[in-house]
């Protein structure tokens, strides 16, 4: 038995390709009990962001399990696994553990630091939990990995400065003298925790 992680993310993929493979919260329980259902996935957490879609699983047999969560993938994003397998990172084990824990750090984000990450593989965890896919070796390591997080923010600078994706993306478009937007007239797309991070940084 092993724990995976195949994942795409904005150092790998290209936009377009994570826009397509982003998980809607509506479509979390079909993934979630597809997952459930191979053969060889006994435990699943599914962390999708605007820049992120990965697949945490518990799994018996590695290369068919990673098949079938491409598999997983493909059929909901309508994106052919040779596509996804081509800018997809598939991480087993130890490095499971330390890309989940940089990840709810922040450090693997856009944005260094960014303080929504920790809140998005929460409530990653907690659906799985809903959805009865999370056992208790993902329960274990997503636990540690939220602890780990919280102290990585409590203990060390990362959270000084621009720590939001949002605010950072307003602080360039107002440029270093703060005039960029000055009697500028904005329109914020989109309703998700993006839309409303820069509604928020704007006001």
Same mark, same amino acid.
């Given at each position: 038995?092993?724990?995976?992680?195949?994942?795409? @993310?904005?150092? &790998?993929?290209?936009?377009?390709?994570?826009?397509?493979?982003?998980?809607?919260?509506?479509?979390? #329980?079909?993934?979630?009990?597809?997952?459930?259902?191979?053969?060889?996935? @006994?435990? %699943?957490?599914?962390?999708?962001?605007?820049?992120?879609?990965? !697949?945490? %699983?518990?799994?018996?047999?590695?290369?068919?399990?990673?098949?079938?969560?491409?598999?997983?993938?493909?059929? &909901?994003?309508?994106?052919?696994?040779?596509?996804?397998? =081509?800018?997809?990172?598939?991480?087993?084990?130890?490095?499971?553990?330390? #890309? =989940?824990?940089?990840?709810?750090?922040?450090?693997?984000?856009?944005?260094?630091?960014?303080?929504?990450?920790?809140? @998005?593989?929460?409530?990653?965890?907690?659906?799985? &939990?809903?959805?009865?896919?999370?056992?208790?070796?993902?329960? %274990?390591?997503?636990? #540690?990995? =939220? @602890?780990? +997080?919280?102290? !990585?923010?409590?203990?060390?600078?990362?959270?000084?400065?621009?720590?939001?994706?949002?605010? %950072?993306?307003?602080?360039?478009?107002?440029?270093?003298?703060?005039? +960029?937007?000055?009697?500028?007239?904005?329109?914020? !797309?989109?309703? +998700?925790?993006?839309?409303? +991070?820069?509604?928020?940084?704007?006001?």
């Amino acid at each position: 038995m092993s724990v995976v992680v195949v994942g795409l @993310q904005h150092t &790998q993929a290209p936009l377009p390709l994570l826009e397509a493979t982003a998980i809607a919260e509506s479509d979390l #329980h079909k993934v979630l009990s597809a997952l459930s259902h191979t053969r060889n996935v @006994q435990e %699943a957490v599914v962390l999708s962001t605007c820049l992120r879609t990965e !697949v945490y %699983a518990v799994v018996d047999r590695f290369h068919d399990a990673v098949a079938e969560i491409y598999d997983v993938l493909s059929e &909901q994003s309508e994106v052919a696994v040779e596509e996804l397998s =081509l800018h997809a990172v598939v991480r087993f084990d130890d490095d499971v553990t330390a #890309h =989940l824990f940089a990840v709810t750090s922040g450090l693997e984000s856009v944005v260094t630091g960014e303080s929504e990450v920790a809140g @998005q593989v929460r409530r990653a965890f907690e659906r799985a &939990q809903e959805e009865g896919t999370c056992g208790p070796v993902l329960s %274990a390591l997503f636990r #540690h990995a =939220l @602890q780990t +997080g919280k102290r !990585v923010r409590t203990e060390t600078a990362i959270s000084k400065g621009t720590t939001s994706f949002a605010y %950072a993306a307003v602080t360039v478009a107002r440029g270093a003298d703060g005039a +960029g937007l000055r009697d500028a007239r904005v329109v914020v !797309v989109g309703a +998700g925790d993006m839309g409303r +991070g820069v509604f928020r940084a704007l006001s």
